[in-house]
């Protein structure tokens, strides 16, 4: 290779790798639009699937009774009628699934960027996963079953002292675009589970390991308490979670052994490629050869 070569290769360097990360930022913004999608066309598919929906959480309910594991009840009473306990978890239901989930995606890729992929990859099938038994287990949560259950809808109850403009805890205006038949099973569990497992893993402080094992045992009594989930929402979380880890490590290979694919085939075809030069330049190669003989 002659320095003029070296030179433009050089040159186009910076240029290449400037292109691969844009169109691989790109990608990633290219799935969240996909996943958000796919969750507002949930809503769509199973809008007019209410009473299918409320069918399917009277089963869920009648099925904790039945084995004895139906906390939901007692929660969201003592919710309901202790403030201090209600209004935080209000807060604390309405907030934190964005917030911390958003948090350790950025930690992980400013300070564990070789683990990012992993997490990344991970977070998105769980959401997935998650989005596929809306559609096909649509389900409404205990404080939208009639009036013989008891259920209070604590967030519409401190609307008042949130920005929420009723339950379930969505901004106003944003209503009717929101999935309310999506409790099964329950994301918010699920992306606790995610939050927590990578914090206790990564961290290096153990108050920050500790509390990262505690958020989702917390959120699945917030997330009940506030009569959003059935205790079966939250352990269908917990599993959607647990298999969206189990198939990452696979996908993972998979597309990697397909990326390495891809690129021996690029170079072997490079290879076969005509010169680009142009006849001047190769006959001034040729000169030059023969001025250093």
């Not at 390991?209 to 929402?233: Q, S």
């Amino acid at each position: 290779m002659n320095s003029r070569e070296s030179a433009s290769n050089g040159a186009r360097t910076p240029k290449v790798r400037r292109l691969r990360w844009r169109w691989r930022s790109t990608w990633q913004w290219e799935i969240l639009l996909v996943v958000y999608a796919v969750y507002d066309g949930s809503r769509l598919l199973v809008h007019d699937k209410q009473d299918v929906a409320e069918r399917h959480g009277r089963d869920l309910l009648s099925a904790e009774r039945h084995v004895g594991l139906s906390p939901e009840h007692w929660l969201n009473h003592s919710f309901y009628h202790h403030g201090w306990l209600g209004i935080p978890a209000d807060y604390m239901y309405a907030t934190l699934h964005y917030i911390l989930t958003v948090g350790v995606l950025f930690w992980l890729w400013k300070f564990h960027r070789q683990h990012y992929r992993q997490a990344r990859t991970w977070l998105g099938l769980t959401t997935m996963f998650g989005l596929v038994g809306f559609i096909t287990f649509p389900t409404a949560p205990p404080r939208m079953l009639d009036g013989s259950y008891g259920f209070v809808d604590t967030l519409a109850e401190h609307a008042s002292i949130g920005w929420w403009g009723g339950g379930g805890g969505t901004p106003k205006g944003f209503g009717d675009v929101t999935n309310e038949f999506a409790a099964m099973p329950s994301l918010h569990v699920g992306w606790a589970l995610w939050c927590g497992l990578l914090l206790f893993r990564y961290s290096r402080s153990r108050v920050v390991r500790v509390l990262g094992l505690l958020y989702p045992a917390v959120i699945a009594v917030v997330v009940m308490g506030t009569a959003n989930h059935y205790l079966l929402d939250a352990v269908a979380g917990v599993g959607v979670t647990l298999l969206g880890l189990w198939v990452t490590g696979p996908l993972l290979r998979l597309t990697g052994r397909l990326r390495r694919r891809g690129g021996g085939a690029g170079k072997v075809a490079a290879a076969h490629l005509p010169s680009q030069r142009t006849p001047l330049e190769d006959e001034e190669n040729v000169q030059a050869a023969g001025r250093r003989s």
